[in-house]
């Protein structure tokens, strides 16, 4: 594993010494860091589709704070791995089985994702441009197999990202490794 970038006492205490911060204060805020941001980003799962998501749903609902979140649940206190509860024009809740393994947490989601996509955005938007689009769903019985279609698009397209895509932005993005990155944020330090 590289671990050019992994943060510990000695990078905290050059990481202080080059911004001019007390090094307590810089371990103190390391340690909010790890304890608030980081522990999140890790169960942030299609966290760009979901974002995606929110800001069609805020642009269409009208409603500027419409979120949707992901909510892990043991498999007891949920029917399926995953189901979705859409409160009309404020939010998506997706509770998730916590139990699985990532790719299906991220399947499920996007399966999850793909009800909401279908019953309050692909609605609207297709039935203004197709008026037989309600028997592409009819009452919402036949809801499922769109919704897995959804999700695998979803899937598919963060799949070709991570096979294509992200290698090569990896490289460029941390090709100067950790110094670089630091002095990448000295020079913001010194811009207008």
């Known amino acids: 594993m590289i671990t050019d970038f992994v943060i510990d006492k000695q990078k905290?205490?050059?990481l202080a010494d080059k911004f001019n911060i007390k090094e307590n204060s810089c371990n103190a805020l390391f340690k909010l860091y790890e304890d608030s941001v980081s522990k999140s980003i890790r169960t942030q799962y299609l966290a760009h589709i979901?974002?995606?998501l929110e800001l069609s749903m805020r642009e269409m609902t009208g409603n500027r704070l419409f979120a949707i979140n992901c909510v892990p649940m043991p498999k007891e206190k949920i029917i399926r791995n995953a189901q979705g509860r859409y409160n009309e024009g404020l939010c998506f809740i997706i509770y998730f089985n916590k139990d699985l393994p990532e790719y299906e947490k991220r399947n499920a989601?996007?399966?999850e994702l793909g009800h909401l996509f279908m019953v309050a955005f692909a609605n609207d938007q297709l039935f203004k441009i197709y008026t037989q689009s309600k028997k592409m769903y009819g009452d919402g019985n036949d809801m499922e197999p769109l919704a897995s279609l959804f999700g695998f698009f979803a899937?598919?397209?963060?799949?070709q990202?991570?096979?294509n895509d992200a290698p090569?932005?990896?490289k460029n993005i941390t090709a100067h490794g950790w110094n670089g990155l630091l002095n990448d944020f000295l020079k913001l330090l010194n811009s207008p």
Request: proline content about 0%; some cysteine; overall charge positive.
């Open 12 to 14: 905290l205490k050059q």
């Open 50 to 52: 979901i974002r995606s």
């Open 109 to 111: 989601i996007a399966h």
């Open 155 to 159: 899937i598919a397209a963060k799949n």
């Open 161 to 163: 990202f991570y096979q």
């Open 168 to 170: 090569t932005c990896a």
